[in-house]
């Protein structure tokens, strides 16, 4: 049975233009998943049931620890070594009694991944590791529950929609997984505290406009964040039909091992070009990024379009991956590894923007 609409509580969302009534029942109504009760989760839980989510579920088996606490403010230095599941459901409760928490003080399996995600109408990914996020966008096109993404890196952050409305899914965006400890999580990189706060309150925004059909969705895109230039831009993702084909969950999801990227420094590629040494340079940026600038002899291979096996890479010159800091060439250049196994394949470290910090405009094309 229906509980009453609380106008007073909402009277600032039902106020909204294009809002209203109509959009607050439905969030009265709706069933939002969350795995994570960390630095994504926190805030994405917070706004969520504030503005009046009618089930939450969350999952997390994590403890607080002292080291949480500069970024998942939810808690305090006196519930280090407590659940953080079991914490946030008593202070979220605290905040909106009318919302109904389901609490998972488990990890997110291969055993109970569809049982759980089957119950909820939207899932948002707060986890900080790609198993759990394979696993977790399986389920959802197994499931077809829409997927919010969100995920941080230093000083970065990212969001966008999968398996919804026909659009990409995570595997569009990542095909693969990369290798075990590949990609260092926040634990081991680092990130500024108020950035996954930001990013988990994109992350509720998301699941707000999906559930209430308010303004447009990041379906189809990647928005990335770089909190240290107050930049934002988008990334235009295509979907691929087989990555909706999937029928049933694999045995594991665990990382594999596999040979390790090899990084290229900017002071060493430009030291092959002063000393004229060949090799093959790919730029997997985006068209628009390679047009405005790219270094001298670059072909352009966006990564969003990559297709391995299509890709000309030199069995006897060095294939060196190049884009704008580093990540996506070092995520093309484990794609191409896997492809071309016997190639020289490398990954400049710090991309562009370390070649212009060291080097300015030296080998550069502009157009």
């Known amino acids: 049975m229906n509980k009453p609409l609380n106008r007073e509580r909402y009277l600032r969302q039902i106020q909204l233009a294009n809002f209203g009534e109509q959009a607050q029942v439905k969030l009265a109504r709706a069933k939002v998943l969350v795995i994570g009760a960390g630095g994504l989760g926190v805030p994405a839980l917070q706004y969520l049931t504030g503005m009046g989510i009618g089930k939450i579920g969350v999952i997390d088996f994590d403890i607080i620890s002292l080291s949480n606490l500069h970024r ?60 759990t996020r ?42 693969q997984p990369p290798a075990a400890n590949e990609i260092p999580d926040c634990n081991t990189a680092g990130v500024l505290g108020v950035v996954p706060g930001i990013i988990g309150m994109q992350q509720a925004l998301q699941a707000i406009k999906i559930i209430t059909g308010v303004g447009k969705s990041l379906s189809g895109y990647l928005q990335i964040h770089d909190f240290l230039s107050d930049e934002q831009y988008k990334v235009k993702l295509k979907a691929n039909p087989k990555n909706k084909d999937i029928t049933s969950l694999q045995d594991t999801y665990e990382p594999v091992a596999c ?5 290229l420094s900017v002071e060493e590629l430009y030291n092959w070009y002063e000393s004229g040494k060949s090799f093959q340079l790919i730029d997997v940026r985006e068209p ?6 790219h270094l001298k002899s670059a072909i352009s291979y966006p990564l969003m379009q990559l ?32 492809q071309y196994p016997a190639a020289s394949i490398y990954s400049v470290l710090g991309g562009m923007d370390f070649w212009q910090d060291e080097f300015d405009d030296e080998y550069l094309v502009r157009s």
Do not use: H
Request: hydrophobic fraction near 40%.
């Open 307 to 338: 297709k391995p096996a299509e890709v000309e890479v030199s069995t006897i010159l060095p294939n060196v991956l190049f884009c704008q800091k580093g990540a996506r060439s070092s995520k093309a250049a484990q794609m191409l590894q896997q």
């Open 259 to 263: 040979k390790t990227v090899q990084q």
């Open 72 to 131: 998942q403010v939810l808690y305090t230095e006196a519930e280090v070594g407590q659940s953080k599941a079991a914490v946030a459901n008593t202070k979220l409760k605290a905040l909106n009694n009318e919302v109904d928490f389901q609490i998972y003080n488990e990890a997110l399996t291969v055993a109970n991944a569809l049982a759980i995600v089957a119950q909820y109408n939207v899932i948002i990914d707060a986890t900080d590791n790609f198993s």
């Open 134 to 175: 394979y696993l977790l966008n399986d389920a959802c096109v197994i499931l077809n529950k829409p997927f919010v993404y969100g995920a941080v890196q230093q000083y970065e952050g990212y969001v966008s929609v999968f398996n919804y409305q026909g659009g990409p899914t995570y595997r569009c965006l990542y095909p």
């Open 288 to 293: 628009d990024e390679f047009a405005e600038e």
